[in-house]
């Protein structure tokens, strides 16, 4: 058995934990330890595991951590990726010990979950505004020293209400914030840059907080005009790298090193370029990506992005022009065949993506076969799914018309694998002839 690097996390007690039957994916009839799965000789081919079932290529899983460490590397960023596209412990352990220098979450409760299996350091992308949220925060820096967390606030009103909680905890040291630029009608973060600078200017002045840098994502400028998204990502950078010198000079900085911080999925590139240049200031500077999705990527929205990236690198990525490799898929069963172009799976919108585009459908296996996966005609698509079931439509004449029949199995990539990871207590990663090597948990 094959298992991804542990990254110094905790990770001993997801191994020693009894499976139950009932748990999703598995084809349970007696409890079973979960560090056991990898010697059951499971084979998702053949027809071994419960239908649907969620897997990762773990091949693809290695290269994709690989691949981003040495973009960094060559890029002089640090790596904090989001770890609430997954939420999996064993995967915030690979992608540390992969040279990530945190791990980036989004609420008080991930935090707590990161927390509890040994991660150090995170930057929670996000405000904390309830007064319980805050308080579970500051308890874990209280109660642990050595744990860093550094937060969001995008507001004068987001600043005071951490720092009375602040004032409330006896912490070791000032709590770290970085102040959030946001877009116009769009999601939280100042409008304007002189909005930031006034929350900036009241974080300085705060008991028990220190400004450490700024952020933004600018992964929600994303339209049909492409050219016109990337010089939006251009200028909102620019701000960013401006907010950070302006502060700078006014002295504002309370920290030994200064942050900036963006980079969703699709225009990490983008991040990596213009932040490099920052320089000159008062102490060091360090660059944080927060891309999440590079380490599964997906078959759809973050597959076309990725072809982007490497369009607009021109050559410029030496040793890097594969890309990221899509790693998560959704394995179902042919439940009907109804009608000569329709097959109905046994999988739907509690299995799989549907908020960017549908699954798209990519093999067929027949358990009883040859247990090969045989790549489906382009003209094969999911057109609608409901809670369990999805639709797949079949090319009109073509031979799969007659030849797919019920208990055959469809692998499906997905679009957006943050809303599929969600909907799996347990993922297995596979090999790439889909032996089941071992299992990945996720705490959503």
Not at 78 to 106: D, E, R, V
Not at 427 to 432: E, G, I, S, T
Request: hydrophobic share 45%; charged share 20%; aromatic share 6%.
């Amino acid at each position: 058995m094959h298992t991804l690097p542990h990254g110094g996390l905790a990770l001993s007690s997801l191994d020693e934990q009894l499976l139950l039957p009932g748990t999703k994916g598995l084809p349970l009839r007696a409890p079973l330890r979960q560090g056991a799965i990898g010697v059951q000789g499971w084979n998702v081919l053949r027809g071994d595991t419960s239908y649907p079932v969620a897997v990762l290529r773990e091949s693809s899983l290695r290269h994709n951590l690989a691949w981003m460490r040495a973009f960094c590397e060559r890029h002089g960023a640090t790596l904090a990726p989001h770890g609430k596209t997954t939420m999996s412990p064993q995967l915030f352990g690979a992608q540390l010990a992969n040279g990530a220098w945190g791990i980036t979450l989004a609420t008080a409760i991930q935090v707590q979950v990161a927390h509890r299996f040994g991660v150090r350091r995170v930057l929670l992308a996000n405000q904390l505004v309830a007064r319980s949220d805050i308080d579970a925060v500051l308890a874990l820096l209280h109660g642990d020293p050595d744990f860093e967390c550094i937060v969001l606030a995008d507001s004068p009103a987001g600043v005071a209400r951490l720092a009375q909680a602040v004032a409330a905890h006896r912490l070791a040291r000032p709590l770290l914030v970085l102040v959030e630029l946001g877009l116009a009608g769009k999601r939280a973060g100042c409008r304007t840059p002189q909005e930031a600078m006034e929350v900036a200017h009241a974080i300085a002045l705060a008991d028990g907080l220190a400004l450490a840098g700024f952020e933004g994502y600018e992964g929600l400028l994303v339209s049909d005009d492409r050219a016109a998204d990337l010089r939006q990502v251009d200028a909102f950078l620019a701000q960013l790298v401006a907010l950070v010198r302006g502060a700078d000079a006014e002295g504002l900085f309370a920290t030994s090193e200064i942050v900036i911080s963006a980079g969703g999925s699709s225009y990490f590139d983008l991040v990596a370029r213009g932040f490099q240049d920052v320089d000159g200031l008062s102490r060091p500077v360090r660059a944080i990506l927060r891309s999440g999705c590079y380490l599964t990527s997906d078959h759809g929205m973050y597959r076309r992005h990725i072809d982007e990236l490497n369009a607009r690198a021109g050559g410029r990525e030496e040793g890097l022009q594969e890309g990221l490799r899509p790693a998560l898929e959704v394995w179902s069963m042919v439940q009907s065949r109804p009608e000569p172009t329709l097959a109905i799976l046994t999988m739907g919108k509690r299995d799989a993506s549907y908020d960017a585009d549908l699954p798209i459908p990519l093999y067929s296996a027949r358990p009883d076969g040859a247990a090969v996966p045989a790549a489906l005609p382009s003209g094969c698509t999911i057109f609608k799914m409901n809670d369990q079931h999805a639709y797949l439509r079949l090319p009109e004449g073509d031979p799969l018309c007659d030849s797919l029949a019920v208990g055959d199995l469809v692998g499906c990539g997905i679009s957006h694998p943050c809303t599929t990871f969600d909907k799996w207590p347990l993922l297995l990663a596979v090999d790439d002839a889909y032996t089941v090597r071992y299992a990945l948990n996720t705490y959503f």
